[in-house]
C-alpha cells in the first residue's frame, strides 16, 4: 500500500470515527449540523478517476450511515456530491494545465479557491441530505437555513481540517 493509499486510508477512519462520536451530537441553533467526514472526498486528488471517487463516496457515507443509523441518507449524498465533484472542478479549473497539485488544499489552490470548490461540494451534500431527510417542502425556509446553516459550519471545520492535515511548505528566501 503506498504512503498516499495509507493517508487517505488513516483520514477516512479518524473521520468517520469523529463525525459519528463526536458531530452526530452537535446541532448548533437547532439549525447546523457539521458534516466533518466530507473532507475526505473533497481532500481526494483531482486526477483520480470519476468511478473510484464514486465508489469511495458511496462507501464512506454507508459506513457513517450504518453507525448513525441514517438508512442511507449520506451514502446518498456522498455519491452525488462525488457525481458532481468533476463538474465542479471543471467550474473554477477550466484548464487542466492551471492545476498546480493534485491534491486540492488551500495550499495549492489559494484560499478563495478552496473556500468557492469546498463551499460548493458542501453546499451539494447538505442539500441532499436535508431535503432527504425532511422529505417535505412545507417550510422552505427552516429547510434554507438548515441548508446554510450546515454548509457554512461543515466548510468552515474543512478549512480548518486542511490547515492541520496538509504539509505546508516552507518558505525560503
Do not use: W
Request: net charge neutral; charged share 15%; hydrophobic share 60%.
Amino acid at each position: 500500500m503506498t504512503r498516499t493509499a495509507l493517508f487517505y486510508l488513516l483520514l477516512a477512519i479518524v473521520l468517520v470515527v469523529a463525525q459519528v462520536v463526536v458531530f452526530n451530537h452537535i446541532c448548533l441553533f437547532g439549525m447546523a449540523v457539521p458534516f466533518v467526514f466530507i473532507y475526505l472526498l473533497i481532500a481526494l486528488p483531482l486526477t483520480m478517476g470519476q468511478a473510484k471517487v464514486i465508489s469511495i463516496a458511496f462507501f464512506l457515507g454507508l459506513t457513517v450511515d450504518i453507525f448513525s443509523d441514517t438508512a442511507g441518507l449520506y451514502a446518498l449524498g456522498c455519491t452525488i456530491m462525488a457525481a458532481l465533484r468533476h463538474p465542479v472542478i471543471r467550474l473554477y479549473f477550466p484548464r487542466e494545465e492551471d492545476i498546480t497539485d493534485v491534491r486540492p488544499s488551500v495550499d495549492s489552490l489559494g484560499l478563495a479557491v478552496f473556500l468557492r470548490y469546498a463551499f460548493t461540494l458542501t453546499l451539494i451534500f447538505s442539500t441532499v441530505v436535508t431535503l432527504a431527510d425532511s422529505f417535505t417542502f412545507f417550510d422552505p425556509l427552516r429547510i434554507l437555513l438548515l441548508v446554510a446553516g450546515s454548509s457554512f459550519i461543515t466548510t468552515a471545520l474543512i478549512v480548518a481540517l486542511d490547515f492541520l492535515t496538509v504539509h505546508r511548505r516552507e518558505k525560503r528566501l
